[in-house]
T-cell receptor
Framework: DAKTTQPPSMDCAEGRAANLPCNHS???????VYWYRQIHSQGPQYIIH???NNETNEMASLIITEDRKSSTLILPHATLRDTAVYYC?????????????FGSGTKLNVKP | ETGVTQSPTHLIKTRGQQVTLRCSSQ?????VSWYQQALGQGPQFIFQ???????GRGNFPPRFSGLQFPNYSSELNVNALELDDSALYLC???????????????FGPGTRLTVT
């Protein structure tokens, strides 16, 4: 029951912006998009989330298309420590709980 | 560091055996979710507990069960282990939504279970 589609891997040069795409074409109006990343053998770590407006925090920016069918996570100045698997997630509100639907993730390789 | 801890770190079991994995939530969090992450895949939702009651479940059979205790720590129990149960098991705690990070889930480092 995957709700997001991501490319399996991407490369980025250190210091350059990394743009990670995600398709979520079946998203409903009240379902949020979250991004987490997972560094090898650790638990996933929150990056950013949004509903329909673009969002920015100290880690990244999230651009959501007007029809909400896709989004892009932007790391403005990638460093070697940003090498990780990045997950695009849809949060769905069920009757009495919220469920996170993880995609398969994009392995970002930041190269010197 | 998220403040969520899990034990043990690694575990090896034999097919047919039973296993209990433990999770200690971040202070103040009353909700815990458990996920199964197979090698090379994203985490898959198993179930969620809120105030000691299961309030949501993913597509996992009944041999996957859990408990949440009054201090909001949690256990995941798996009976009749199968080879395909080999995975990283993650727990994530969360509190009330509405903060600056929304309904953020704080993940522990996981327990690596190998079934032989």
């Amino acid at each position: 029951d995957a709700k997001t589609t991501q490319p399996p891997s991407m490369d980025c040069a250190e210091g350059r912006a990394a743009n990670l795409p995600c398709n979520h074409s079946t998203i409903s109006g009240n379902e949020y998009v979250y991004w987490y990343r997972q560094i090898h053998s650790q638990g996933p770590q929150y990056i950013i989330h949004g509903l329909k407006n673009n969002e920015t925090n100290e880690m990244a920016s999230l651009i959501i298309t007007e029809d909400r069918k896709s989004s892009t996570l932007i790391l403005p100045h990638a460093t070697l420590r940003d090498t990780a698997v990045y997950y695009c997630i849809v949060r769905v509100a069920h009757d009495n709980f919220n469920k996170f639907y993880f995609g398969s993730g994009t392995k970002l390789n930041v190269k010197p | 560091e998220t403040g969520v801890t899990q034990s043990p770190t690694h575990l090896i079991k034999t097919r047919g055996q039973q296993v209990t994995l433990r999770c200690s939530s971040q202070s103040g969090h009353n909700t815990v979710s458990w996920y199964q992450q197979a090698l090379g895949q994203g985490p898959q939702f198993i179930f969620q507990y809120y105030r000691e009651e299961e309030n949501g479940r993913g597509n996992f059979p009944p041999r996957f069960s859990g408990l949440q205790f009054p201090n909001y720590s949690s256990e995941l129990n798996v009976n009749a282990l199968e080879l395909d149960d080999s995975a990283l098991y993650l727990c994530a705690s969360s509190g009330l939504a509405g903060g600056p990070r929304g309904y953020e889930q704080y993940f522990g480092p996981g327990t690596r279970l190998t079934v032989t």
